[in-house]
């Protein structure tokens, strides 16, 4: 694995944050950042897959689908489709 070298200027108060929460977690600060970045990018790109996926749905279908499926009246109140 490649690694590169970047200058970070966070805010103090970040910066102390970020520290104290490392360590306690046992790892070094730098793992900790590179984990947190991760963590967004991956949120990030999660967001951006359901977006394209249900750009593509067929509601229609769907819902024909799901009358074929299950037994009616299982439904649980939140479960309804809009």
Known sequence: MRKN???LRL???LL??????????????????NVAV???LS??????FFQERSSR???TQARRILQKTGR?????????VK
């Open 43 to 48: 949120a990030l790109r999660t967001e951006q």
């Open 57 to 59: 749905a067929n509601i």
């Open 16 to 33: 102390d944050e970020a520290r104290r929460v490392a360590a306690a977690e046992g790892v070094a600060l730098n793992q900790f950042i």
């Open 38 to 40: 991760a963590e967004k």
């Open 5 to 7: 070298n970047v200058a």
């Open 72 to 80: 009616k009246g299982l439904q649980i109140p939140g479960d309804e």
């Open 11 to 13: 805010q103090t108060s």
